[in-house]
Every structure is written in C-alpha cells, then in structure tokens.
C-alpha cells in the first residue's frame, strides 16, 4: 500500500479560529469541510511559544531546551524527516521562515528543500517589481489590482503568473504567501505524486505583518458585523507597527489576522482539489498543526512572546487518515507537538527512535486500550526581557529559561528571569487569569511538587555554551 503524508503547519494559527474547536465564523471553510472526516485533538499542546522551540520538537521528538539550547538544529539529532529519506520515500519541504532555513539546519532530509525566503532575498526581478508596485501602490493601484486578482473568473494559473509579475501581496510582507507555496508544492508533486511521499508545507500567512486582501479583509468584517469607516490601507497600516497597537484595536486585529486565514486556506484548498484531481486525495495522510498560536491581549500583549498561556500553546492538530479507514472522531486525551514525529513514522510503518520524547498517536486514533500517553506535556523558551531566543546569538548565558508543565487540569510555569511560579487551574479558568500559586497553601505545594518532580532532573541537565565548549575541549584527543 502506497505511503503519502503531507503536513501543513501555519504559523500562528490559533485553533479557536477552526469550527471544530468552537469558531461560528466560516474563515477556514476548507479546512473545516477536511476536517469532518478526521481526527481532532481538543488539547494538541506546543512545546515551545515560538518557532525555533517548537519546530525543533516537531523535528526531533525532543524538548529542546530541557537538554541544551533549540537553534540551530544539532548535528547530533537526527530528524524523523531523515529517517524518512533513509527508507526510500520521497521528502520535499517548502517554507518561507529565516528560522526554518539552512543555516539553522532545517534542509536535513529533504530531497528537494525550497526556501522561498531565500529566493525572495535573491532575486533582482523581485526586488525590481517590489519597486514597481511601490509606485504603483503611490498611485493607489494595488486596490484595482486586488480586485482583479480576486475575481473568480480568473484561474488559478493565472492568478499565479498575474500575481509573481506583479508582487502585490508582498509589497509588504516579508515571506512568501500561500499562493507561492502551494505553486512550488503543486510543481513538485506534478512529478512525485505517484510515489510514496512526505510533503512539508509551512505557511506564513497569518504571522504578523498581517496584510490581507481587500476583498477578504472586508468579508472577514462583515462576518463580525464591524462597519469600516476609514480607507483598506489605513487599517493595514495600524497593524504594521506593533508598537503603537493597544487592545482598542483588537477588533481590527483579529479582522486582519482572520482574513490572512481565509486567504491560507483557500490555496490549501486549491491543493485539496488539486489532489483529488490526481485521484490521492483519499490515499493521502493528512496533517494539519501550526507551530504555535497567537496572543490578542488575552494577557495583555499581543503577537507570540515568550509566554506559555494557552493561547500560544493550545494550537490546532487535524490528522486525515486515508479515506477508507477515516473516521470523524475527537480525542480528548492531552497530546503534544512532539508526538508528531512518532506518529509520521508509525503512519510509514517505520519504528521510532528510542531517544524520542513523543509517543506515536496511532493507537489512541485506533482506541487501543493499552494507549498510555504522558500526564504532562512540558513547553520551554530562552527569553531575555521580552525577546525569544532565536540562535543567532552563540551565547545563552543572558537568556533566562522560561518553562512550564501543564496536565490536562493543572498549569505550573517558572520564570528564570523573574524567579516566579504562576499556578493554574485549567478546569477552573482555562483563560488563566488567576495565578494561584501560593508558598503557604499546603495543597497548592503538593500540586507543584507533583507537577515539578517531572522537569527537575532536566533543569538541573541545562548546559551552557561555557560548559559545552569545556566538554569538547576535553574529547580532543592528542595523537604523537
Ligand atoms: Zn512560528
């Protein structure tokens, strides 16, 4: 039997934005329709707030920062995606993050690795029609443009040629979006969809800037009942400078954020209909996550900070099975991004490393009884004040460990920096707006010993860039 698997992960993505997970407004309809015959995970936690913690947990089945710092991607682990290739199957992955590139090892594994961003930074005739649409933008032509673009009666071909001649959308945006995307997955598979296959699509649509189209700006408004009363580009504009945002502008934050979804999910669409088209549709595995979510003041600051509530650990987890054995079911059980790695593999049939943190999630998908899956699930960063770790700088001596550990009712998180514990109960106040950490209440000391005897050994296991440098100066060996 034929072995395709394609995993889509959208930065960003809240999972309260699906229907599945509790949205009446229809801004994914494609995935909503994917989503009625699959399985879905009602608490899919991520193990990092940010790109490079999470994807390097996705990766690897590890938590990084429990053994070392998450960029660059080490050496040492090896990825499921090159377990994949070593088995004979076909990888291709296609994104547009600088912190999913090469030079933090992202490439490993794949037989055809397209970072669009790259492409972006190179080429001359992009950088000459960005040009060109800043003129024509002066000119307030991008609206007649938009117009046109949208429009239904031109294909999807044309769109795509209409759209790299002219660059509209990424006059503003710094990564490629979900046209582009789909475009490169959509050439790749022209020549690989009849082998087996791991086809790797991430997209960037809904991570800040957040520029929408005019026309899906406008049906996003209409959705919330909010009545425009200022120009299209004005309200794009707010959103470009994160600093003069407050929460005044929630409405029109959350118009742009969910109109960049509906955009995302129309070309995934167009590759849902593009795979039916080849007739796999139905043999295809698919998998739908996003890194991490995205905050809207829920506690006071928007974007994905280093902060470990909910709403940028709770993310979305869809699996579609094959059509033939797929069932529309939700599981409950607590499940985390490392899992993901595992599972991949069980879906290939091949064995897991033993060193994974993740558990395949296959038989709890089959209702095995004998599914025993961790009580906890454990999220980390580095932050220095308000900033994430991101790898580019060597030394991790500044970067304080921010971490917490959260069962399906409980969530403990400790600050490095502030040396604070914040103790939630989740069954309570899922929003986690009352911190009930308190080193007098003899049960809240039993929950949080409970909670931190899992971590302790790791915390103490941190190594430092000092220590790490130490270590190899003493595997040098001396040949006379
Ligand atoms: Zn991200």
Redesign the pocket.
């Known amino acids: 039997m034929q072995k395709k698997v394609i995993l889509i992960t959208i930065?960003?993505l809240r999972s309260d934005r699906l229907e599945i997970y509790g949205c009446k407004r229809n801004i994914a309809p494609n995935l909503n329709k994917l989503s009625k015959n699959s399985i879905i995970f009602n608490t899919a936690i991520s193990n990092g707030p940010?790109?490079p913690s999470s994807f390097y947990a996705m990766f690897t089945s590890e938590v990084p920062t429990l053994k070392g710092r998450y960029a660059p991607l080490s050496d040492r682990l090896e990825t499921f995606i090159e377990i994949i290739k070593k088995n004979k199957i076909k990888t291709c992955g296609i994104h547009s993050n600088p912190h999913l590139g090469k030079y933090f090892n992202y490439h490993r594994g794949f037989d055809k690795f397209v970072d669009l961003m790259i492409r972006k930074e190179e080429s001359f005739k992009r950088r000459f029609f960005k040009k060109l649409n800043f003129l024509l933008n002066k000119l307030k032509i991008t609206i007649f443009i938009d117009k046109f673009l949208s429009s239904e009666v031109l294909n999807f071909k044309f769109k795509t040629k209409v759209n790299t001649l002219l660059k509209t959308k990424e006059f503003f945006s710094p990564y490629a979006d979900a046209k582009a995307i789909v475009s490169e997955a959509i050439n790749w598979l022209n020549k690989n969809y009849r082998s087996n296959f791991f086809l790797w699509l991430h997209f960037m649509d809904v991570?800040g800037p957040l520029i929408p189209t005019k026309t899906n700006f406008k049906k996003v408004a209409k959705s919330y009942n909010y009545k425009l009363n200022k120009p299209f580009l004005s309200y794009i504009k707010t959103n470009l400078d994160e600093r003069n945002l407050s929460k005044k502008d929630l409405p029109i934050v959350s118009i742009l954020y969910d109109a960049e979804i509906l955009y995302c999910d129309y070309y995934i669409g167009f590759l849902f209909n593009y795979l039916k088209n080849k007739k796999i549709y139905n043999d295809t595995n698919i998998i739908i996550t996003s890194?991490?979510g995205e905050a809207l003041w829920e506690h006071n600051f928007t974007g994905h900070y280093p902060y470990l509530y909910d709403e940028l650990l709770r993310v979305p987890l869809i699996i579609k099975l094959p059509l033939s054995n797929s069932l529309n079911k939700l599981i409950n059980t607590q499940v985390e991004l490392i899992d993901l790695a595992p599972t991949i593999l069980d879906i290939y049939g091949i064995p897991k490393l033993k060193r994974f943190m993740g558990t395949s999630l296959i038989p709890l998908i089959n209702g095995k009884d004998n599914f025993n899956h961790p009580e906890f699930a454990i999220s980390a960063t580095y932050k220095n004040k308000n900033r994430s770790f991101h790898g580019l700088i060597k030394n991790l001596d500044d970067w304080k460990l921010l971490i917490s550990i959260r069962s399906k009712f409980w969530k403990l998180i400790f600050s490095e920096q502030r040396n604070k514990f914040e103790l939630f109960n989740l069954k309570k106040d899922p929003k986690e707006r009352k911190n009930i950490y308190d080193n007098k209440n003899e049960l809240i000391l039993t929950i949080k010993s409970k909670l931190i005897k899992k971590i302790k050994p790791f915390l103490k296991r941190r190594i430092t860039e000092k220590e790490k440098i130490k270590e190899s100066i003493e595997n040098i060996e001396i040949k006379f």
């Open positions: 930065d960003c940010n790109t991570h890194d991490h």
